[in-house]
């Protein structure tokens, strides 16, 4: 099971490519791919053409789907923002503290373009797809 990030969804959208972007399509119907709510967010409000949206949302809405967040999670993203903190590192959108809690706690692999999640990897020991 592999969560997509935003940072991925969006440059897949695009037409940017990227290895991160390669492995998607070469992943799509031979994985379980998921997402989220929070990802869904990040990924739809960026469009502004309504029948790329549309694209968009029938595709996100067709992979299993995930609440990244409730109260024990949001607590233990908390937590995990405050250790990095005192590590030195400071991540720059909370969101991404909240997805990589969600997978560290559900034991789900992240697949990202995304440099803040290379610090969650190293300091919290969340599992990525590794490219290199």
Known sequence: MILVDSSVWIDFFNG???????????????????????????????????????IAKEILESLPFFNL????????????????????????KTIDIVIATFCIEKEIKLLHNDRDFDQLEKYLGLQTISLY
């Open 16 to 54: 940017k490519e990227s290895p991160e972007v390669s492995l998607l399509y070469n992943t799509l119907g031979k994985q379980e791919i998921i997402t989220g709510d929070l990802i869904i967010v990040e990924v739809l409000q960026g469009f502004s053409s309504e029948k790329d949206f549309g």
């Open 69 to 92: 967040s409730n109260k024990e999670l949001a607590i233990k993203s908390a937590l995990n923002y405050r250790k990095l903190r005192k590590s030195g590192v400071t991540i720059r």
